[in-house]
């Protein structure tokens, strides 16, 4: 898939995506099915609209890359989104974007998808225009509840990972490198590879969790480390089950399978110990390792 940034784009009939696509869920890829072509937003258009309310992410760009690149589309169009792109209208977003820069032939979008200054473009102004076809996909629902980037987010940040997989159509991710900690895991028995994760990425809540690392089986520990009392900020740490390997400086990639339990203050090591392998057991049985 090649990646490339608006003003370098040139015009080819396209079937264009368009979408801010954060965590490249069920409905996103509703959306973007039988598009040659996706249009997508760096940064997110809140942070430059509305700092204060912008969210905090599913995915890196780098991460919506490789999944929009899954689908089999074959080109991303990245539009840098500033304060200049912000205050164009929609008539001028569908004639010199869409239609002058992307030659779109067909344009597909979610229901509730808006575009132009203060949000005035609807998905019923793309259908009015005659030179591309509009696709218009309804919101997808799971389980009976609304599948969207807000509730994910929701739905990681209180633990609940398999229901968010589920949305997703793929495991909640987290990527980062893995960085020296106190070496407390080792002395314990349980060495562990930890993450510090990126504040603008949302994290699952508090807890330990059974996930597969760069795709071996692991329990994973987001938190605090009550026990110890270290008031050091949130850490992840990945114990891959039954391996012991030096990743300091390696990317480690950590997806979230089942959440086992939350976070809690253990009287001592000792019952910290017994509990951790009662959550390594019940990984291997969880992950099949």
Known sequence: ???????????????????????????????????????????????????????????????????????????????????????QGPREFIDEVLVGRLGATRVSVGENFRFGHRAAGDPGALAADPRFETRVVPLVELEGEIVSSSHIRALVQAGEVALAARMLGAPFQLRGEVVPGERRGRTLGFPTANLVPDEALVIPGHGVYVARANDMCAAVSVGVRPTFGTGRAVLVEAYLVDRELDLY?????????????????????????????????????????
């Open 249 to 289: 400086g390696q990317t480690l990639r950590v997806e979230f399978l089942e959440r086992l339990r939350g976070e809690r203050r253990f009287e001592s090591a000792q019952a910290l110990v017994e509990q951790m392998r009662t959550d390594v057991a019940r990984t291997r049985e969880l992950c099949g390792c």
């Open 1 to 87: 898939m090649r990646v490339t940034v608006l003003p370098d784009v040139q015009p080819r009939p396209r079937r264009v995506a368009v979408g801010e696509f954060d965590g490249v869920h069920l409905g996103h890829r509703k959306v973007i099915e039988g598009s040659d072509t996706v249009l997508t937003f760096e940064p997110h258009p809140l942070r430059v609209v509305r700092p204060e309310a912008a969210p905090r992410l599913l995915t890196s760009f780098e991460v919506k890359c490789e999944l929009i690149s899954e689908l089999g589309v074959e080109e991303l169009v990245v539009i840098p989104f500033d304060e200049r792109f912000a205050a």
